[in-house]
């Protein structure tokens, strides 16, 4: 890893744009890797585009790679931001700070060093989570909120412990990424069985093999690995958050996207409870990774969704401090 005097490392490795495999044609001369300090973390951000903000949040066990296949369209309309989070990819990974609330305060710490008052985001399965407690502590920051597929503690319903096959099959991980510390015990060495699952049960479409490999070199590392599992250790702090939440219900726009083979219309009754404008799309042919298995499909809703805030007239830059690219 390469570096100046005063300046952060140069991101380096398959975790970075420069490393990354199998990238879209054209990624590497819209989009650069720097690292960014906000107080106690040191965050991996993928940066790229013109036009106004819209941070893009992966889910679990992904990272930033999630958002690769539509991330050079968005960037034709919009300046990009795909960072890693907390505890994920090239990011640093502290033994605490996973409830949401924290989530959410690292990436506006990020936006705010990269300059950014007033963005979009768009988040998928705990990146619904992270943007839900974002655009809920921050309403003032958020113009508008798009989120995929999972259900959101402390505001949808709770499953039952003897829930039916299907929903167990989908669902089980919750309670086992909860562990205290067997889970890492078990998983390691089995990287490839327990995380290949997740991928290949939740998908209508199969994620192509290389992506899949990617994600779980990810997660090879022990540090990385108990980190993985770190936002679900810290779900009782996050329900507590978001039955607070919900008493102060968003007013920002929000769009609900569901696979037509997974959650559906879930997501965005999941909204309703907690936001007063929510529009519902179900993708068809579509199972948990809509940005993944139906890119084209996921980048027209995005971009029919973010076209009002796209076409607000700019607002001045925040004369906060600007990250250095690295």
């Given at each position: 890893?390469?570096?100046?005097?005063?300046?952060?490392?140069?991101?380096?490795?398959p975790?970075?744009?420069?490393?990354?495999?199998?990238?879209?044609?054209?990624?590497?001369?819209?989009?650069?890797?720097?690292?960014?300090?906000?107080?106690?973390?040191?965050?991996?951000?993928?940066?790229?585009g013109e036009?106004?903000?819209?941070?893009?949040?992966?889910?679990?066990?992904?990272?930033?790679?999630?958002?690769?296949?539509?991330?050079?369209?968005?960037?034709?309309?919009?300046?990009?931001?795909?960072?890693?989070?907390?505890?994920?990819?090239?990011?640093?990974k502290?033994?605490?700070?996973?409830?949401?609330?924290?989530?959410?305060?690292?990436?506006?710490?990020?936006?705010?060093?990269?300059?950014?008052?007033?963005?979009?985001?768009?988040?998928?399965?705990?990146?619904?989570?992270?943007?839900?407690?974002?655009?809920?502590?921050?309403?003032?920051?958020?113009?508008r909120?798009?989120?995929?597929?999972?259900?959101?503690?402390?505001?949808?319903?709770?499953?039952?412990?003897?829930?039916?096959?299907?929903?167990?099959?989908?669902?089980?991980?919750?309670?086992?990424?909860?562990?205290?510390?067997?889970?890492?015990?078990?998983?390691?060495?089995?990287?490839?069985?327990?995380?290949?699952?997740?991928?290949?049960?939740?998908?209508a479409?199969?994620?192509?093999?290389?992506?899949?490999?990617?994600?779980?070199?990810?997660?090879?590392?022990?540090?990385?690995?108990?980190?993985?599992?770190?936002?679900?250790?810290?779900?009782?702090?996050?329900?507590?958050?978001?039955q607070?939440?919900?008493?102060?219900?968003?007013?920002?726009?929000?769009?609900?996207?569901?696979?037509?083979?997974?959650?559906?219309?879930?997501?965005?009754?999941?909204?309703?409870?907690?936001?007063?404008?929510?529009?519902?799309?179900?993708?068809?042919?579509?199972?948990?990774h809509?940005?993944?298995?139906?890119?084209?499909?996921?980048?027209?809703?995005?971009?029919?969704?973010?076209?009002?805030?796209?076409?607000?007239?700019?607002?001045?830059?925040?004369?906060?401090?600007?990250?250095?690219?690295?």
């Amino acid at each position: 890893m390469s570096s100046s005097p005063n300046r952060l490392p140069t991101p380096e490795g398959p975790g970075s744009v420069a490393g990354a495999p199998n990238l879209p044609e054209g990624f590497t001369g819209t989009f650069t890797s720097r690292y960014v300090d906000t107080g106690d973390l040191r965050q991996h951000v993928i940066t790229g585009g013109e036009g106004p903000p819209l941070l893009l949040v992966h889910g679990w066990p992904q990272t930033w790679y999630a958002w690769r296949l539509i991330m050079p369209a968005l960037a034709r309309d919009f300046f990009v931001v795909a960072p890693d989070q907390r505890g994920t990819g090239l990011s640093g990974k502290p033994a605490d700070g996973y409830d949401t609330g924290t989530l959410a305060g690292d990436l506006v710490a990020l936006m705010d060093a990269l300059g950014h008052q007033r963005f979009a985001v768009a988040g998928h399965d705990t990146g619904m989570w992270i943007g839900y407690a974002l655009a809920a502590d921050h309403p003032d920051r958020v113009a508008r909120l798009a989120v995929a597929e999972t259900p959101l503690p402390g505001v949808s319903p709770s499953p039952p412990l003897f829930a039916p096959m299907r929903l167990n099959n989908a669902l089980w991980h919750f309670a086992f990424n909860r562990l205290a510390g067997v889970n890492d015990q078990l998983v390691t060495g089995r990287e490839e069985v327990y995380f290949g699952w997740q991928f290949a049960t939740k998908a209508a479409r199969p994620l192509p093999d290389y992506a899949i490999r990617h994600y779980i070199d990810t997660l090879t590392d022990p540090e990385a690995l108990h980190a993985s599992f770190a936002i679900y250790r810290a779900l009782e702090e996050t329900i507590a958050q978001n039955q607070h939440r919900k008493t102060r219900r968003l007013t920002m726009p929000v769009l609900g996207i569901g696979g037509g083979h997974s959650l559906r219309e879930q997501v965005a009754d999941t909204m309703k409870l907690a936001a007063d404008d929510v529009q519902t799309l179900v993708i068809p042919d579509c199972g948990h990774h809509p940005a993944e298995e139906t890119p084209e499909q996921t980048l027209a809703a995005l971009t029919a969704f973010l076209a009002p805030y796209r076409d607000e007239p700019a607002a001045a830059p925040n004369p906060g401090p600007q990250a250095a690219p690295a």
